[in-house]
DNA sequence: TGATGAAACTATACGGCGTATATTAACCTC
DNA sequence: GAGGTTAATATACGCCGTATAGTTTCATCA
C-alpha cells in the first residue's frame, strides 16, 4: 500500500469516469435499458466483466450514475435560483425553480427517467447511500422557493402539519436555513414540487402529446396560476410595483 | 370460418383472459418488468412460445395490459364522477376525481406504473391503436371537471390558448360534449390533470417518502390549494351556502 | 536491478431471457 | 374421411448479467 501510488489510482478515476460517460452516453441513446456492461464494454474496447473490477454489480452502475444525474440536477437548479434571488421578487425563485427543472428534464430526458422513473430491472441499490445527498439539495432548493413564497402564501394556506408529519433528518437540515418556515411552509415546497412535476412528468413520458401540441404554453399558464394562487405577482419586481 | 364454431373461441378467450390474468398478477407481484412470456407460461403450466399463438409479440401483451389497466382507470373515474354530479357542487367533480385517480394508483401501483411510466424494454406498439380510447376518456372526464370549474375559474384564468393548441381528433369529442367548454377551458382539465398528476406519481415512485410521512396530508392540502385557486368552494354545497 | 504481488484485464462458462422455425396433435367443416 | 385451421411442443439462436479462473501489466521495495 505505497502512498505514492497516484499514477494507477488516477488511471483507474479515469477509467471510471468513461465508464460513467460511456453509460450515460448509452442512456442518451437509447434510453435506461441501454445500459448494458457489454455495450459498455464494447463502446469501450474492452471485456463486460473488466468493469466489475469499477463497479461490484451493475446495479451499483446505476445507483452511481443516478447520484450523478441528481447532482446535475441539483447544480442546474442552484444555478438558476442564485440568479433570481434578488429580494424584490418573491415570485422569482418559484419561476427560476420551474423554468430551470422543466428545462433540465426536456434537455436530458433519460436522465429524468433515470431518476424519476423505474431505473431498471434491478432495485435502488443503498437504502440510505448516495442519493439521498443530491436529494436533500433538491428539497432545500425547494424550501428556498417555499420561504419566498411563504409571507404571501401564508394567508392563504389552509394546511394543518406540523413536524411530526416529516422526515427528521429533513428536518434538522431544514430550520437552520430557514427558520422562519413553518411545517406548513415546508409541505408548501413539497406542494410545489409535485405540482410542477406533474406536467414535466406527463410531457416527457409523451402523454401529453396527444392532447396538445403546446405543452410549453400549457406549462407556463400553470406556473402563472401557480404564482397567482400563492398570492404571488405573476411577473418580475417591475410590474408588482405599478 | 364456421358460423358455430363457438366453442373453440370461447377457449381461445378463456386462454387470452386467463394469459392476461396472470401477467397483470406477475406485475403486481414484481413490477412490469416481471412479465415475461416465460414466467407467464410456467404459471399457466405451458410452454412459453404457445403464448405466441394468443399475442403476436409481447409488445401486443403489453399493449392490451396497458389498455385494459386504462379501462379499469376510467370505469373507475366514470363511476367515482357519475356519484359527484349533483350539479350542487362545482367542485365536486374536481374532488371526485382527484380521490378516484390517487385511490386508483395507490391501490395499484403496478398498473399505474405500467400505464404512466416506462413500461417495459420494448416500444409502445400501435401508435395509434387501442390505447387512445381509454387515453380519451380520461380526457373526457378531464373535461367534465373543467366544464364543472370553468363558470367559476374563467375570470382568473389568463391563458392564451385556441383550439389549433389541441388534437384535431380531440376537439371533435370535446366540442359536442361540452360545447361551453372554450380552449382555455380545455387547458385547464390539462392543468388540472398534471397538477394532480405530480404529488401522486412522486408518491407511488416513493421520492416523497424520504421527505414526509403524510402524502395523504399533502395531496389533500394540495386538492384544497387547487379548488381555492379555482375559486370553487373547498367543500359541498352546504358550506357554500353560509 | 530484479523479484513480488496487487491490480487490470481476458477467457470461458452458466442460466435466463425473447424470438424464430419446424413439427406434431386436436378439432371443426365439408 | 380429407383439408385446413388452431393449439401446443421441441429445438435452436443470440443477448443479457454474473461467476470463476487464468493472464498480463506495472508500481513497489529489498
Redesign the interface.
Known sequence: MGVTGGRRERLRAETTAEIKQVALALMAAG???AITLRAIAREMGMTANAIYGYFATRDDLVSTLIHDVNTELADTIETAMRGAANGDDPGGPVRAWAGAFRGWALANPQGF?LV???PV?GYRAPEGGAA?DA?LRL?LALMAVAAAAWPYAAP??????DW????AG?REKIRPAFPELPPAGV?LG??I??????????EI?G??R?????PN??FQ??L???L??LGLP?AGPAERLI
Open positions: 434510453g435506461p435499458d427517467r424519476y422513473g423505474d430491472p439521498p436529494a428539497c392563504l394556506d389552509e394546511g394543518d402539519f411530526s408529519d416529516f422526515d429533513l409541505a413539497l406542494r414540487w409535485g405540482h410542477l412535476h406533474g406536467l414535466v412528468v406527463l413520458y402523454h401529453l396527444a392532447q396538445t401540441s403546446s404554453k400549457l399558464s400553470e402563472a396560476g401557480l397567482r394562487s405573476p
